[in-house]
């Protein structure tokens, strides 16, 4: 057995069922969805982000810009409260957005769950002092807190449901008053089990329980927004679709607090006057890591759209338009790529290298730091130029990555074409298929 035949069972044998295992985990799942939900409050939340700080520098002399500039300023508090309202308090929506999704996996009643849920956060994350809520706690800096008091809360009330401890009343009673009563013993168990834990931290440390678990997951942020960290994260997420597992669902799932964290502190910086710092966002995975979807695969589309395969050039047609929107499951299955092993190296290669020349190009001011969150399926260049405040540079690196990834398949490509020539060449004419017929 060759190195490749003994790399190709490895992840056959040992990655895809440890994966499988993953990527159906209900937890897992649930976050995954739960982020999904609340995504378009935060893309139009981190929108309205740009009005209030646009790309232009306070020395422009340009006319449309010094115009921006000075309306901007002058409705800034305005126009941030949509922002405040959505990005600014998106742990609220992934709170109740995690604890519903996980609720109807265990056949919960969904919405009652997602409010407990919502209960338990603001309970230990905005506790009212002077007549005031704190909102510190509500947006980016919420986030791990938002997961466990939603996946607690939730398995908090299937425990108490699966054990029938509750408020028993007779049949008779209406179904919606006796839902309401069914929900009263969750409460007072969240209630009991959440504010003492807060209090305690509020008084042994003088912070908000949401600011102690942010310091306690403070190194693993820093080693996630790292080169390394990064590498490895495509690495295992390529591994996962060699195998053909949806490796980019089970890694985005699991980065995705990372991720909207990271994002949060820029946004945070940018409105403090602040230094951005923070790199890892789900924009620079899409738009410089991943470009035209897993494999950063547009580049090899383009390769497609010339072979000399009727195949290949067939699969580049109509992977195109779809490429374009990070959609490349018909360029991974079609061509196929998925345990190919001639394209095994540029596959797990490409994206690497996109990483490396992105972060490189960030981390020596470059371009600048991610701010918006912004839809998955907008085309690299457009979707990358977003989330950097419509900072179009940044579309050149995108333009440069797409040749670089297209210069790293082609070697492979050319031996696949290759092969799949001297098949077609093998194959009769259908016109040869007919006179037999006949």
Same mark, same amino acid.
């Given at each position: 057995m060759n190195i490749s035949q003994s790399l190709f069972s490895f992840i056959e044998n040992r990655i895809s069922p440890v994966a499988g295992k993953i990527s159906s985990q209900r937890h897992i799942m649930a976050i995954r969805d739960g982020f999904i939900a609340a995504m378009p409050f935060m893309i139009v939340g981190s929108f309205l982000l740009v009005f209030v700080y646009p790309p232009f520098s306070a020395e422009s002399s340009w006319g449309f810009?010094?115009?921006? !500039?000075?309306?901007?300023?002058?409705?800034?508090?305005?126009?941030?409260?949509?922002?405040?309202?959505?990005?600014?308090? @998106?742990?609220?929506?992934i709170t109740a957005a995690i604890a519903y999704n996980l609720a109807r996996r265990y056949q919960l009643d969904p919405f009652m769950t997602a409010m407990l849920a919502l209960m338990g956060f603001l309970l230990v994350s905005a506790p009212q002092a002077n007549g005031n809520m704190p909102t510190v706690a509500l947006g980016g800096v919420g986030i791990f807190t938002a997961v466990i008091v939603a996946i607690y809360v939730t398995e908090l009330t299937r425990f108490l449901k699966h054990h029938n401890i509750g408020i028993r009343l007779p049949p008779q009673v209406p179904a919606n008053i006796k839902q309401s009563f069914d929900l009263l013993i969750p409460i007072l168990a969240v209630i009991i089990t959440l504010y003492p834990i807060? /209090?305690? =931290?509020? %008084?042994?440390?003088?912070?908000?329980?949401?600011?102690?678990?942010?310091?306690?997951?403070?190194p693993l942020i820093s080693a996630a927004d790292s080169l390394p960290a990064i590498l490895l994260a495509v690495l295992i997420c390529h591994l996962l679709w060699f195998?053909?597992?949806?490796?980019? %669902?089970? *890694?985005?799932?699991?980065?995705?607090?990372?991720?909207?964290?990271? !994002?949060?502190?820029?946004?945070?910086?940018?409105?403090?006057? #602040?230094?951005?710092?923070?790199?890892?966002?789900?924009?620079?995975?899409?738009?410089?890591?991943?470009?035209?979807?897993?494999?950063?695969?547009?580049? $090899?589309?383009? $390769?497609?759209?010339?072979?000399?395969? =009727?195949?290949?050039?067939? @699969?580049?047609? #109509?992977?195109? =338009?779809?490429?374009?929107?990070?959609?490349?499951?018909?360029?991974?299955?079609?061509?196929?790529?998925?345990?190919?092993?001639?394209?095994?190296?540029?596959?797990?290669?490409?994206?690497?290298?996109?990483?490396?020349?992105?972060?490189?190009? *960030?981390?020596?001011?470059?371009?600048?730091? /991610?701010?918006?969150?912004?839809?998955?399926?907008?085309?690299?260049?457009?979707?990358?130029?977003?989330? @950097?405040?419509?900072?179009?540079? *940044?579309?050149?690196?995108?333009?440069?990555? @797409?040749?670089?990834?297209?210069?790293?398949y082609y070697p492979f490509f050319k031996v696949y074409e290759k092969q799949l020539l001297a098949q077609e060449r093998a194959k009769p004419a259908p016109e040869d298929d007919e006179a037999i017929v006949w």
């Open positions: 810009a010094r115009s921006w !500039l000075a309306l901007s300023g002058k409705y800034e508090s305005q126009i941030l409260t949509p922002f405040n309202m959505t990005m600014g308090i @998106m742990s609220i929506y807060s /209090m305690g =931290v509020q %008084a042994l440390f003088d912070q908000l329980l949401p600011q102690a678990i942010m310091a306690l997951f403070q195998a053909g597992i949806h490796g980019s %669902a089970i *890694v985005s799932g699991m980065l995705q607090a990372f991720w909207l964290t990271n !994002l949060g502190l820029n946004q945070t910086d940018l409105a403090a006057g #602040l230094p951005l710092t923070h790199i890892m966002t789900e924009a620079f995975w899409n738009f410089l890591i991943v470009i035209g979807g897993s494999g950063a695969t547009f580049g $090899l589309v383009l $390769l497609f759209l010339r072979s000399k395969s =009727v195949h290949l050039r067939a @699969m580049g047609k #109509l992977s195109l =338009v779809p490429s374009m929107f990070n959609i490349n499951e018909p360029v991974i299955f079609g061509t196929p790529i998925v345990m190919n092993p001639t394209f095994f190296i540029p596959f797990i290669l490409s994206p690497m290298i996109n990483a490396v020349v992105a972060y490189t190009a *960030v981390t020596t001011n470059l371009l600048p730091h /991610m701010i918006s969150l912004v839809p998955w399926t907008s085309p690299a260049p457009i979707g990358a130029a977003w989330a @950097m405040g419509w900072d179009f540079r *940044v579309t050149v690196l995108v333009l440069l990555l @797409m040749a670089l990834s297209a210069l790293i």
